[in-house]
């Protein structure tokens, strides 16, 4: 009985945890993913053809696992749904103007590289 009360509590603390490791990103996950974001927006704009997107998306995430990847992506479009929050579906040029200003932005300066990252929670 004593066995099955720590596998269950482990089993429950191992659930409880898969969110938090899912929102737990490094260094280099925030960076493709800042990376990956601008390549959405860059793509949402129609800047890219596929095989320049491909090219691309495949530069951001490098090479990482494909779970990495899947909440890089996640945490991407994160980052466009948060440029979008509040835009009504028919107001076109409000979005479009929110993705070319972030599009333009530092943080998508194709080809450079941010030294450092400070997160606060």
Avoid: W
Avoid at 73 to 99: C, E, N, Q, T
């Amino acid at each position: 009985m004593k066995l099955h009360n720590v596998v269950f509590s482990a089993l429950v603390a191992a659930i409880v945890s898969l969110p938090a490791q899912a929102l737990t990103l490094s260094s280099v996950e925030l960076s493709a993913a800042e990376h990956l974001g601008c390549v959405l927006a860059d793509d949402a704009l129609g800047y890219l053809n596929e095989e320049q997107f491909n090219a691309r998306f495949d530069e951001a995430v490098g090479d990482l696992s494909d779970a990495q990847v899947d909440v890089i992506y996640a945490k991407a479009l994160g980052y466009i749904d948060g440029l979008l929050f509040g835009v009504s579906s028919g107001d076109r040029d409000i979005a479009h103007s929110r993705l070319e200003s972030f599009s333009n932005s530092e943080t998508c300066a194709y080809g450079t590289q941010a030294v450092s990252r400070t997160v606060s929670l």
